[in-house]
């Protein structure tokens, strides 16, 4: 298959650190693949939490990777660098990156590509890469969430939220979440979670407790608050239970800690980015989902859920939006081409 590429693109880019005023529209030069790696023809990619901290400037790309923002994207193959025998021109992908998704063509290493599910359309498939990556990872690998256990994760409205909801119902969980209006809990029990808590309105601590008359009913917590949550989560674990932070949109930074309860119940804290690892590791996170998690996805069991789409040029609204907390799942770039 023969396919036109051009020479420039359009792509976003932050003239600075700061807030939505430092993000650029501009154009770039395509880029080409080298070993290993594929041309993607973006037609959507996602907006995640790591965008607004990189455009802060606190989170920059690995040595190597593109300036230009973005983390996933889903749209077609249009050229192949050395070596790559998997895929071919033409096939349509989604697929994790270090960096560059906000673009029109962005380079992807072939085995962190995936195929987009037979239950979903190009589009809808760029919300999958960041998030599943994430979830799958660290609720299933890190934190072996187990059939018949109790699972919380807060945030239940956000795209790690509703995609961590639906794979652990999915593989037997009961399934607690907070989200920060009626509106978003209501949301988050379509999607399976078995309870859900407003935790601007409640104590995520107290109600779980009195809805499971337990003082420490939970198995495992996924968490990307931080600050004050952490000495509620810990407070929930039941004996063994595990704890996996992602992110803090609090503070990763505690008053005082008293380590005893780790002791005698013998709980684990643990936690991972996904940006930084080593490539291999990220093949063996992709390797799994393919065999584990893609099927579901293939069936419509489970999908990403995408709240709102803006034209490249609007990257200034997409992150005033996310900053808002005012979404329900994903955010998503388009590109135009398709």
Same mark, same amino acid.
């Given at each position: 298959m023969t396919v036109t590429i051009p020479a420039r693109m359009r792509q976003i880019s932050f003239d600075g650190k700061g807030g939505p005023e430092?993000?650029?529209v501009g154009e770039g030069d395509v880029p080409l693949p080298g070993p290993g790696k594929v041309l993607i023809?973006?037609?959507a990619a996602g907006i995640n939490r790591p965008d607004i901290v990189q455009r802060a400037g606190f989170y920059p790309p690995p040595p190597g990777e593109s300036g230009i923002p973005g983390l996933e994207v889903a749209g077609k193959i249009v050229r192949l660098g050395d070596g790559?025998?998997?895929?071919?021109?033409g096939d349509e992908v989604c697929a994790l990156l270090g960096s560059g998704g906000y673009a029109e063509y962005a380079l992807a290493d072939a085995a962190l590509c995936l195929p987009v599910p037979k239950a979903l359309s190009l589009i809808e498939a760029a919300a999958l890469p960041e998030t599943y990556f994430t979830v799958y990872?660290?609720?299933?690998?890190?934190?072996? +969430?187990?059939? &018949?256990?109790?699972? +919380?994760?807060? &945030?239940?409205?956000s795209g790690i939220g509703t995609t961590a909801i639906q794979l652990a119902k999915q593989f037997g969980a009961t399934v607690f979440t907070t989200a920060g209006s009626a509106e978003k809990c209501a949301f988050c029990k379509t999607l399976g979670a078995d309870h859900a808590i407003d935790y601007k309105t409640s104590d995520f601590v107290d109600e779980i407790r009195k809805i499971t008359d337990a003082k420490h009913p939970v198995d495992l917590i996924l968490d990307m608050v931080g600050g004050s949550y952490i000495a509620k989560n810990l407070s929930l674990l039941n004996y063994d239970g595990r704890m996996v932070q992602i992110a803090f949109l609090q503070?990763?930074?505690v008053a005082s800690f008293d380590f005893l309860p780790l002791m005698l119940r013998r709980l684990t804290i643990t936690g991972s980015t996904l940006r930084a690892r080593a490539l291999g590791q990220k093949i063996d996170i992709a390797m799994g989902l393919r065999q584990m998690i893609w099927p579901l996805l293939d069936e419509g069991t489970v999908k990403p859920i995408v709240h709102a789409t803006f034209p490249l040029e609007e990257a200034r609204q997409a992150h005033e939006l996310m900053e808002s907390s005012a979404h329900l799942g994903k955010i998503l770039l388009l590109t135009g081409r398709s």
């Open positions: 430092v993000i650029r023809e973006v037609h790559v025998s998997q895929w071919s021109v990872d660290n609720v299933f690998r890190r934190g072996n +969430l187990q059939r &018949g256990e109790t699972f +919380l994760v807060h &945030g239940g409205s503070s990763p930074k």
